[in-house]
């Protein structure tokens, strides 16, 4: 059709009745490409001029499996959604070798219109420089910026718990606290196994070439490589330099 076009090879049929103001379709596929995993597809629902309901979605690939449904009110004016989606065995590599090798099992919702949103997300979580676990977040979002209420990872033989809020307008700014028990660091350096609990804070902003950033790191404590150590202090940042303060470390052997 295109030479420009995305390679892609589709076989399939679709059926639709009904009236512009009340109608259903269907659509089952096979499809393929260069960088789309063989797979096929299939979903249906139901439509007015108002809203849009897909009320069955599954995808069967080479990549995993992937179903959801969504539904769209005021299509034409402030549209809002209600959509979930859940996927089996996703593998990363198998849409893009490139990517970040990552195997994903797990579902997602959100809810609202662009002025106001929520989201939730549970998986589990494996990957070759990613340890496993179990994570999830949950949420609300506008245009202008995105409140992370509740973040919870079982990972690395322990527990992150974390909030976050970020917004880009109409300047960039951000906060962050998170706390971990019973980590583990041998994972990336096997030389430093051992269990560490931390808390730690922090918030910045941008704007145009001038920025600013706070960290506050309130406590290190635990094992490493069967030893203890413990840990505290400040860093600050902004468009003039950095600068560490309050900073008190203990460690055997130190």
């Given amino acids: 059709i295109n030479p420009a076009w995305e390679p892609l090879t ?13 109608y ?47 539904r769209v009110e005021d299509v034409l004016a402030a549209p809002r959604w209600d959509a979930a989606l859940q ?16 195997v994903l099992n797990g579902k997602a919702h959100s809810q609202g219109w662009l002025d106001g949103y929520s989201f939730e997300l549970d998986a589990r979580v494996q990957g070759t420089r990613i340890p496993e676990g179990h994570w999830s977040v949950a949420g609300t979002g506008t245009t202008q910026a995105i409140d992370v209420q509740s973040l ?15 917004q880009w307008a109409p300047y960039l700014k951000w906060r962050l606290t998170t706390e971990a028990t019973g980590i583990d660091p041998g994972f990336y350096w096997p030389d430093w196994p051992g269990r560490v609990d931390f808390a730690l804070h922090g918030n910045g902003s941008r704007q145009q070439d001038r920025y600013h950033a706070a960290i506050e790191l309130t406590r ?13 202090g400040k860093l600050s940042a902004d468009h003039q330099g950095f600068a560490i303060s309050e900073l008190d470390v203990n460690a055997a052997g130190a």
Avoid: Y
């Fill in 152 to 166: 919870r990872a079982e990972t690395l033989a322990g527990v992150i718990s974390a909030n976050a809020q970020v």
């Fill in 87 to 102: 996927v089996q065995q996703l593998d990363t590599t198998r849409l893009d070798p490139n990517w970040e090798a990552l």
């Fill in 220 to 232: 290190l404590s635990g094992t490493l490589a069967q030893q203890p150590v413990s840990a505290s």
């Fill in 10 to 22: 589709v076989g399939g049929s679709a059926h639709s009745e009904g009236s512009f103001d009340d």
């Fill in 24 to 70: 259903r379709f269907e659509l089952e596929t096979q499809l393929g490409g260069a960088r789309i995993p063989a797979g096929s597809w299939s979903f249906s629902g139901t439509g007015t001029p108002d809203t849009i309901e897909v009320q069955t979605l599954r995808g069967e690939t080479a990549a995993g499996v992937v179903s959801g449904r969504l």
